[in-house]
């Protein structure tokens, strides 16, 4: 009987231990589990406590045509260094962050397992990155696919011209949203807010309390009702 009962109980809490607060997407870069890292470089330091990249991506994410996924900023000329920078934080964000659990979802992709989808962007950074990036040129609003890549790097395809970033992405929602497939859902919820996902931030890292309330509250009845049956199962040899 407690032999039954502690081999239930070691079963559940190895599953219940995919803790969707604290995981790493199974991707091209991210680590196994997330944890301390750290030498974490420059602007993916706020993640040093507990991430899902290793000291190595984090470097990387700083460079062009880094060897992570060769990816040309410049494909339209050289893109301003604020524009930049956004993209640099953006890459942190990505593939340090440990509290993007709710938001992963299978991506059908050669090059990686999962993916995030709309994840909910706080107003600030989605505005600041498209006012910055503004005055630079593009040839493509989705980023993710469509490349010319004979080259090993991409280019824009022949029948994409380089525009204005304005006439590209209108809006700070069509950049954020359309850039990475929806990736990033655009909101009007401020930093302050709790309800959105900041991927510039100071001190402790603030979306972990951003994923559970959305673990808690929106993020499908399916899941959540899995979570309960699955917490039943496991603590009904307990109460019999
Ligand atoms: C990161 O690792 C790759 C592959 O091992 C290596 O080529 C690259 O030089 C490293 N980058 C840094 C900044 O250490
Ligand atoms: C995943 O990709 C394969 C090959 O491209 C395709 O046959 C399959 O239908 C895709 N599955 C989903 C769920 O999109």
């Known amino acids: 009987m407690w032999l039954s009962v502690a081999m239930t109980l070691a079963l559940c809490s190895g599953a219940l231990s995919q803790d969707k607060l604290n995981m790493c997407m199974t991707a091209k870069h991210h680590k196994t589990n997330p944890g301390p890292e750290g030498q974490l470089y420059l602007q993916c330091a706020p993640w040093r406590e507990n991430a899902c990249c290793t000291a190595n991506t984090s470097s990387e994410a700083h460079e062009d045509n880094s060897y992570l996924y060769n990816f040309n900023w410049n494909h339209c000329g050289a893109m301003s260094p604020q524009c930049k920078k956004h993209f640099i934080q953006d890459t942190c964000f990505y593939e340090c962050s440990p509290h993007l659990g709710p938001w992963?979802?299978?991506?059908?992709?050669?090059?990686?397992?999962?993916?995030?989808?709309?994840?909910?962007?706080?107003?600030?950074?989605?505005?600041?990155?498209?006012?910055?990036?503004?005055?630079?040129?593009?040839?493509?609003?989705?980023?993710?696919?469509?490349?010319?890549?004979?080259?090993?790097?991409?280019?824009?395809?022949?029948?994409?011209?380089?525009?204005?970033?304005?006439?590209?992405?209108?809006t700070p929602k069509a950049m954020c949203e359309e850039i990475w497939s929806n990736s990033y859902l655009y909101t009007t919820h401020s930093k302050t807010s709790g309800l959105c996902m900041q991927m510039w931030f100071t001190g402790k890292n603030p979306n972990r309390k951003v994923a559970e309330y959305y673990l808690l509250n929106n993020v499908g009845q399916q899941r959540s009702f899995a979570l309960t049956a699955l917490l039943m199962l496991c603590v009904a040899p307990l109460i019999m």
């Open 104 to 170: 992963i979802e299978e991506a059908n992709q050669s090059w990686r397992k999962e993916r995030i989808v709309n994840v909910p962007l706080c107003l600030e950074d989605c505005r600041d990155w498209w006012e910055d990036c503004k005055n630079d040129f593009t040839c493509k609003t989705n980023w993710h696919k469509g490349w010319d890549w004979s080259t090993g790097t991409n280019k824009c395809p022949k029948d994409k011209q380089c525009r204005k970033w304005t006439d590209v992405f209108p």
